[in-house]
């Protein structure tokens, strides 16, 4: 009913930054909470950054001051920023909306990931 259609991942030398990017589309009548999640080989996955409805954003404390978390509410989409890489933030991105569907109920989606590799 929703798909999630991620971009921006890449291979990147430490310090590089990145844009990471999520579009979300159909039967789609208000996109609630946004949020990036990644999982890195052998580990959990786990929360990178969210921004409400309202546009208040949390991060990671691994991530804070390096990374922006930003959305377009017409477009639907949420979008990255990473800047000043580090090898640790090698993993496959994962977008994560909360959705309000035109039929009525709310459900969670998660796109296919996209990968993002920092070189030392």
């Known amino acids: 009913q929703v798909q999630l259609l991620e971009s921006g991942g890449d291979l990147v030398q430490s310090g590089e930054s990145l844009r990471l990017s999520c579009a979300a589309s159909?039967?789609?009548?208000?996109?609630?909470?946004m949020a990036w999640y990644r999982q890195a080989p052998g580990k959990q996955r786990e929360l990178v950054a969210t921004?409400?409805?309202?546009?208040?954003?949390n991060y990671a404390d691994s991530v804070k001051g390096r990374f922006t978390i930003s959305r377009d509410n017409a477009k639907n989409t949420v979008n990255l920023q990473m800047n000043s890489l580090k090898p640790e933030d090698t993993a496959v991105y994962y977008c994560?909306?909360?959705?309000?569907?035109?039929?009525?109920?709310?459900?969670?989606?998660w796109g296919q990931g996209t990968q993002v590799t920092v070189s030392s």
């Open positions: 994560n909306t909360e959705v309000w569907l035109l039929s009525g109920p709310r459900r969670v989606y």
């Open positions: 159909g039967n789609i009548y208000r996109i609630l909470t």
């Open positions: 921004v409400s409805s309202g546009d208040s954003t």
